[in-house]
């Protein structure tokens, strides 16, 4: 039987590609929808800008959104998932998960507390087991896991690919799509002909959470990796897909093709949503491209390419759909993990 969830911050961008991916789903269905106290009351199809590139499913138009408040959501949902502004999640995620319910969260607060897991399932499925200390901690029979930022979930399965040979240093420069600023986050005087060179907080969330994905969990404590990470993050005028220049120095000796093979060979999971390769590697030298290469693996997948030696080391180039892989599709592949983990 599906398991019954609910999306928080039903109406947002984020929100319309979980709703998106959530409503075909055979393990979930949707039952709550919320959103701030001026959509509470409507239906979702008069409170919804909706945007994404197909149609309102009919019975998801009808439902009724409700407040973001525990009492406003039904107690036989067992796992919500989240994607609110920051500032508000950080007020009222917690709240759920006192009353008991699960949240899979991609909002970006919590991600670097000490006993919440920061998760991409290919990756470092084994911190989710952080949920038994958090609850220990907390009291909270609910739960709370994060993906990470979506231009972290962009690089970070490349180094986890070459790990074996010892990440010493790593420098990403990002091209970052205007939908991972939201619809009404860049204007268009703004970006049209240019590239903006900051994005508010960003770098430091790459430099971060890279470091605590690829960290060791022992069964009590979490260890963030050792490695020295720099960011350099740029808003450019496409539309969705990060794309990310990457340079790393390993302690061994690791050559162009042999970092493409550890790639290519780096293992997916059986989960619904995980691509099958997670990482797909380009020969031709000017691939991957947003516009050409975001939706491999149905937007579930990190495309590479352009591996060669520089004085700096290996130097790549990565790219990831920002809202499917790097947002919606994050939190639902979490939600799969949660199943089969027996969380929910
Ligand atoms: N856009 C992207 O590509 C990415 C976004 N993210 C993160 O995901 C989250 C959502 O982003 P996005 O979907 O773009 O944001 P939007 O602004 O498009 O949507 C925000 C959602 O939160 C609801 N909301 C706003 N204020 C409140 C409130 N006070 N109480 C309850 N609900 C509220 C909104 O409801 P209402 O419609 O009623 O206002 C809406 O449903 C953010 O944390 C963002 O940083 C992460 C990765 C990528
Ligand atoms: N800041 C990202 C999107 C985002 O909202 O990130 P976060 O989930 O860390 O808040 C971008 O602009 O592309």
């Known amino acids: 039987m599906a398991v019954r969830v609910g999306v928080l911050g039903a109406t947002g961008a984020v929100g319309q590609r979980l709703i998106q991916l959530l409503e075909p789903h055979p393990d979930f269905d949707i039952a709550a929808l919320t959103a701030s106290d001026s959509s509470a009351g409507k239906t979702y199809r008069q409170a919804a800008k909706w945007r ?7 019975d998801i138009g009808e439902m009724t959104v409700t407040a973001t408040e525990p009492g406003e959501v039904p107690d036989d949902i067992d796992l919500l998932f989240s994607s609110l502004p920051s500032s508000i999640g950080a007020e009222v995620e917690p709240a759920f998960c006192e009353a008991g319910y699960v949240v899979s969260s991609n909002s970006s607060n919590s991600r670097m507390a000490e006993d919440v897991p920061l998760v ?48 010493e240093k790593v420098h990403v420069s990002t ?11 860049v204007s268009s005087m703004e970006i049209i002909d240019n590239a903006i060179p900051y994005i508010g907080s960003e770098e430091d969330k790459l430099e971060t959470e890279s470091r605590k994905l690829l960290g060791e969990f022992d069964g009590a404590e979490l260890s963030h990796n050792e490695m ?3 960011a350099s993050c740029n808003r450019i005028p496409t ?3 990060h794309l990310e220049n990457v340079w790393v120095e390993t302690e061994d000796e690791l050559t162009p093709a042999d970092a493409a093979e550890a ?12 691509p099958e390769p997670l990482i797909h590697v380009f020969d031709e030298p000017d691939r991957p491209q947003p516009r ?12 590479a390419g352009g591996l060669q030696e520089t004085p700096f080391g290996l130097q790549y180039n990565c790219l990831a759909h920002n809202t499917i892989r790097g947002a919606a599709g994050a939190s ?9 983990n027996g969380y929910l």
């Open 292 to 303: 050409m290469d975001r939706t491999v693996g149905d937007g579930m997948a990190i495309a």
């Open 263 to 274: 790639m290519r060979a780096f293992p997916s999971l059986d989960l619904r949503s995980s």
């Open 120 to 167: 991409i399932p290919e990756i470092n499925a084994d911190h989710l087991d952080l949920l038994e200390v958090q609850r220990d901690e907390r009291g909270w029979d609910g739960a709370l896991v994060k993906n990470p930022n979506c231009s972290t979930i962009t690089f970070v399965p490349t180094l986890a690919a070459i790990a074996e040979y010892g990440l």
């Open 228 to 230: 020295a990470v720099s």
């Open 239 to 241: 539309i969705d897909g």
């Open 52 to 58: 994404v590139d197909s149609p309102i499913p009919n």
């Open 332 to 340: 639902v592949l979490n939600g799969e993990l949660l199943l089969e």
């Open 175 to 185: 091209l970052q799509a205007v939908s991972g600023a939201g619809y009404d986050g």
